[in-house]
């Protein structure tokens, strides 16, 4: 009983997440305050202006632009339940929006953000309480390079066996948005 209350109040934070990210990146793209990625690899103009844009568009309470900061403020390190190493690394940053959502550039030059819909609060699991981001293209896919168009989950499915995506299965990535 109490799980699926948990996983309730995880799937509405993950759609209010999705939503307000979605319409921070709508607005930002719209004021032509995002550019081009150049790059298929790393961009890291257009990462920083893509950063700086999103960021602008919360109220932020809290950053976390340092590895020490990364680690003991903004995102609680849960290597028994997320991937190794990210976005824990010395080119990570992150902020805590007013409402207690750890947001995360996974690493300088990317467009891959990470949301932690309720910050240090267990259980910091993705798929349960840790999401992925990405920029995408006109068709859906993640953006390689070129202009993005929209923000769609990390991946396109939910995650059923234990993998380095999803060490706490079953991860709902796709499900808790779209069914």
């Known amino acids: 009983m109490i799980n699926k209350i ?46 700086n844009a999103i960021k602008s568009r919360f109220k932020v309470v809290k950053e976390c632009n340092d590895p020490r900061s990364m680690l003991n403020i903004c995102w609680v390190d849960n290597r028994n339940n997320t991937w190794t190493g990210y976005p824990t690394n010395s080119s990570s940053r992150a902020f805590i929006d007013a409402s207690g959502r750890v947001w995360v550039q996974k690493v300088t030059g990317s467009s891959i953000y990470f949301v932690d819909i309720n910050g240090s609060k267990g259980p910091n699991i993705f798929g349960k309480d840790r999401f992925t981001f990405v920029f995408a293209d006109e068709k859906g896919s993640m953006l390689q390079s070129g202009m993005p168009a929209k923000i769609m989950p990390g991946w396109n499915s939910d995650v059923t066996n234990q993998n380095a995506y999803c060490n706490k299965p079953p991860c709902y990535y796709h499900s808790w948005l779209f069914e």
Not at 8 to 37: H, M, P, T
């Open 6 to 51: 948990n996983d309730k109040q995880f799937k509405v934070g993950y759609k209010k997440s999705y939503s307000d990210f979605s319409q921070v990146f709508e607005d930002a793209l719209n004021n032509n305050d995002i550019i081009a990625q150049e790059s298929n690899t790393f961009d890291y103009v257009a990462a920083e202006i893509a950063w």
